[in-house]
T-cell receptor, first 112, second 115 residues
Framework: NAGVTQTPKFRILKIGQSMTLQCTQD?????MYWYRQDPGMGLKLIYY???????DKGEVPNGYNVSRSTTEDFPLRLELAAPSQTSVYFC???????????FGQGTRLTVV | QQQVKQSPQSLIVQKGGISIINCAYE??????FPWYQQFPGKGPALLIA?????SEKKEGRFTISFNKSAKQFSLHIMDSQPGDSATYFC??????????????FGGGTRVLVKP
């Protein structure tokens, strides 16, 4: 049972480059989320989705885009990477409101 | 305001001692309050959660105390063990499909249990 899988685990980007962080879950969860975690800080919500075809902005969406074409996948796109996007990114999924959120292992991104 | 404030930022406790972490929230519409545990290099994992209709919930050595009128909740780790050394996050959300069940996290508390 894989749960929530994120790829890649680590990435170094140059300023202005673009990349897609992949997230897939095999639990048939409708709710999926992208968070970023800066050093010594809590998690901040970037984007979320309540089902295939439905996405919405979180607290810190600027510089990011998402899509949700299937229940399983929720990729996060960074356009024109900036040093401020250096962070650890976590994808999470939930089956029903008020139940456990399952997190991936994270992607550590450095923009230089 | 969706903020959740967590204290302290770090905590050192002797093996066998009690670790206490506190959180305060502002949005009275929050109705689900989980605690997550995170080890270095790993994603957060659910430790214990509470709904506002109860004032206390205990699971093994971990207890959540909830004070709805004060808009505060806390995590107590009894008989702390070195394996409990981790970062702990409180969180809150509205259990509404329309609200997206978005978790708002506190800033985290790094707990170190000394043997």
């Amino acid at each position: 049972n894989a749960g929530v899988t994120q790829t890649p685990k680590f990435r170094i980007l140059k300023i202005g480059q673009s990349m897609t962080l992949q997230c897939t879950q095999d639990m048939n969860h409708n709710y999926m989320y992208w968070y970023r975690q800066d050093p010594g800080m809590g998690l901040k919500l970037i984007y979320y989705s309540v089902g295939a075809g439905i996405t919405d902005k979180g607290e810190v969406p600027n510089g990011y885009n998402v899509s949700r074409s299937t229940t399983e996948d929720f990729p996060l796109r960074l356009e024109l990477a900036a040093p401020s996007q250096t962070s650890v990114y976590f994808c999470a999924s939930i089956r029903h409101p008020g139940t456990e959120a399952f997190f991936g292992q994270g992607t550590r991104l450095t923009v230089v | 305001q969706q903020q959740v404030k967590q204290s302290p930022q770090s905590l050192i406790v002797q093996k066998g001692g009690i670790s206490i972490i506190n959180c305060a929230y502002e949005n009275t519409a929050f109705d689900y309050f989980p605690w997550y545990q995170q080890f270095p290099g790993k994603g957060p994992a659910l430790l214990i959660a509470i709904r506002p209709d109860v004032s206390e919930k205990k699971e093994g050595r971990f207890t959540i105390s909830f004070n709805k009128s004060a808009k505060q909740f806390s995590l107590h780790i009894m008989d702390s063990q070195p394996g409990d050394s981790a970062t702990y996050f409180c969180a809150a959300s509205m259990v509404l499909k329309a609200a997206g069940n978005k978790l708002t996290f506190g800033g985290g508390t790094r707990v170190l249990v000394k043997p």
